[in-house]
């Protein structure tokens, strides 16, 4: 994707020049993870369908699995699955760890001290007491929504969007959803690049620094012209799929085919989920 001018967003700027920036930021992200889903890894080499039930079975384990060791030993395959497949650590650790650590790490805080169990420490000045179990829970509640993330964004970043929305459908989830999930993705796009437009259209012709005020009313009136062309785009996009048949099925013109190593990963799969599930139930 090329960019239309060249901008170093590492330098600060002007408010323009940031927000251009921050926009700009997130479609080259978009496009690189686009690139990932082409690469020759080893997620990519499995049928789309497999890596879906797959994703959908190591979830399954994480967020019901008593053991903690068999917890972190799932985000450690996740880690490793990641290397094999050729996609970058550290878009999992911007992207996925460090926010889904942070967020679960807020929710996890408190069960620490108010776990009743065996103490563990005192918390000075405050007199709060930690216990074990409390770190135990709040390991479980960080370790889960860690794993369960990383091996979702895998899913994804190994497999093409289209590809993914025909797997979902193939797993009988209603066309309505992936319909809303296949538009608003290709809209969320759509109205970064109006955006993105908006803003060097307007840096092209701005003379001198904006007041806070002045910034503020130029995002309010930029965020009701993106809202008016929205509005008005999605007339225009639903007549036009009207127009070329579509009656409420999506149709990818990749066709999935099945081969032994497929049938082998996913039977390999579900035995080793239901003997987990059987021996921790």
């Not at 700009?24 to 690189?32: P, Q």
């Not at 497999?50 to 903690?68: D, Q």
């Not at 699955?81 to 992207?95: D, N, Q, W």
């Amino acid at each position: 994707m090329s960019e239309p001018f060249s901008l170093d967003r590492g330098r600060g700027g002007g408010f323009l020049e940031r927000q251009i920036g921050n926009l700009l930021g997130v479609m080259e992200h978009a496009v690189r993870a686009e690139r990932l889903a082409q690469e020759s890894g080893l997620l990519q080499r499995f049928d789309p369908r497999v890596r879906l039930v797959a994703m959908l079975v190591m979830i399954g384990l994480a967020v019901s699995t008593h053991s903690l060791s068999f917890l972190y030993g799932l985000f450690a395959a996740a880690v490793g699955l990641a290397v094999l497949s050729r996609i970058p650590l550290s878009i999992l650790a911007r992207g996925i760890w460090l926010n889904v650590a942070m967020f679960a790490g807020v929710l996890a805080l408190p069960a620490v001290f108010l776990v009743p169990g065996e103490v563990l420490f005192h918390l000075p000045l405050l007199g709060w007491v930690a216990s074990m179990q409390g770190v135990e829970s709040a390991a479980f509640l960080i370790g889960r929504a860690t794993t369960a993330a990383t091996f979702a964004a895998l899913t994804i970043l190994a497999t093409p969007w289209p590809q993914l929305l025909k797997a979902l459908r193939a797993l009988r989830v209603p066309a309505v959803a992936v319909v809303i999930l296949s538009m608003s993705y290709r809209y969320i796009f759509l109205l970064l690049q109006t955006a993105l437009d908006s803003f060097d259209a307007r840096r092209s012709r701005l003379v001198g620094r904006l007041s806070g005020r002045e910034k503020r009313r130029m995002l309010v009136a930029d965020a009701g012209v993106l809202l008016s062309k929205s509005l008005h785009l999605a007339d225009e996009a639903y007549f036009a799929m009207q127009s070329r048949g579509y009656r409420g099925e999506m149709h990818v013109l990749v066709e999935f085919r099945m081969n032994p190593l497929d049938w082998a990963a996913l039977a390999g799969l579900l035995v080793a989920a239901g003997l987990v599930f059987h021996f921790q139930l």
